[in-house]
Each structure stands twice: as C-alpha cells, then as structure tokens.
C-alpha cells in the first residue's frame, strides 16, 4: 500500500525567508505524487504534482517540489514566503491501479509572519 | 467556471439525529468523490462514482452511511443515525474522469454532532 509521511504537523516562517515543508513516501511502485494546499474555508487546491517525468516539479505559486527516489521524499519548497501562503499543506499519493484514489498525509500547517 | 458546490457549509444537529449533505460537481465532470476529514487528518476517501455508479465504497461505513447521485450529476451523503464521532468536515471533490490525477474540491460541509 501507498503512504506519505508529512514530517512536521506545523511550521513557521518570516515573509520573505525560504519555505521547506516535508514529505516522505512509502510505495511498492513508482509513486505519483502531488502538494494539494487548503486555504481556511476554501476548497483543497493542487499545487503541483509528480508523474514519472522531470524530477523536479514546478507549481503555482512559486512553489516547487523535487522527487528524490533515493531518499524516498517530496520536499516542497518555495524560495520566498508571502503572507498569503499561509495555509495547509498536504502531501499525497495516488494508487498505482487507479489514478484517481489519492492517499493524503496528515498536513503541514504553514504560518508566515512578519 | 463554477467550482464544486456543497450545502449546506455548516451543520449543527444532536446525535441520533439524520443528516444530509449535497454536493454538485464541476460541469461535465463524470468522477465525484465524497471525502472525510477529520481534525488536524487529511481526507479520507468514502465513496467514489463514475458517473451514476459507485465504483468505490470500501471506507463507507455502510451501517449509517447512505450515499447516491442518481442521475450521475449531483450527488447526497446522508448519515442517519449521527454519533458523536461524525463531527468532522465532510468534502466532495470531482475529476474529469477515473484517470484524471487532478481533483477539484469543493469547500466542505463541518458538521457538529451534539
């Protein structure tokens, strides 16, 4: 079975300072993988997914994300950190057999300040 | 272009009571998910339709939980009778079909079992 471990329930961070929030994934084969992110009484919203191409992976935002198959993670980050990206963060991964049944880690609550 | 819609976006009601949630995927969507989502958890897959039929309700507790989207549209979850543990948030989400990696949720219905 597929499962993403999410390392860090909450992180904070000053607005304009590198963003890192990471995930670790267990799967028997190769993963496909995405960062969903859930604004506060907003729906849940793909920020960027990872299918078996490029390793590294561009999402909206400004956001990025690098599939390391040795290391077994997908780490999201983001060079500079606004206000609004404060939000939570998921990291999930799809079944191999079926596309579209996704398994969700436990999320990232990311807080920006000043 | 109109999201997924869910109503009612707040619910309150005593336990041993029924509820019901309604949910209205994006527009020619064919796949339509209902999701739980407990506090602090990522979501939990209940039921998955493509189209009119459920293709997947292993994670639906089927005891109490009710779920159909009869002309392959919207759809309605319903509890009857509630327990105190179904407090959470429950989401709808939709895809263009099985395959599609990418889902589109709607905001939620929180539902507060007293």
């Known amino acids: 079975a597929q499962s993403v471990t999410q390392l860090d329930s909450h992180v904070s961070v000053s607005e304009g300072t590198p963003v890192l929030l990471r995930c670790n994934y267990s799967?028997?084969?190769?993963?496909?993988l995405f960062w969903y992110v859930q604004h506060p009484n907003k729906g849940l919203q793909l920020l960027l997914k990872y299918t078996s191409a490029a390793t590294l992976v561009k999402g909206i935002n400004g956001f990025e994300a690098e599939f390391k198959k040795s290391e077994t993670s997908f780490h999201l980050t983001k060079p500079s950190a606004h206000m609004s990206d404060a939000a939570e963060y998921f990291c999930?991964?799809?079944?191999?057999?079926?596309?579209?049944?996704?398994?969700f880690g436990t999320g990232t609550r990311l807080q920006v300040t000043l | 272009e109109a999201g997924v819609v869910q109503s009612p976006r707040y619910k309150i009601i005593e336990k041993k009571q029924p509820v019901a949630f309604w949910c209205n995927p994006i527009s020619g969507h064919n796949t339509l998910y209902w999701y739980l989502q407990n506090l602090g958890q990522g979501p939990e897959l209940l039921i998955r339709y493509e189209n009119e039929e459920a293709v997947d309700d292993s994670q639906l507790p089927k005891d109490r939980f009710s779920a159909e989207r009869l002309k392959g549209v919207d759809s309605t979850l319903k509890i009857q009778p509630a327990e105190l543990g179904d407090s959470a948030v429950y989401l709808c989400a939709s895809s263009e079909d099985g395959s599609s990696y990418e889902q589109y949720f709607g905001p939620g219905t929180r539902l507060t079992v007293t």
């Open positions: 799967s028997s084969y190769s993963p496909s």
């Open positions: 999930v991964v799809s079944d191999p057999g079926t596309a579209s049944k996704l398994t």
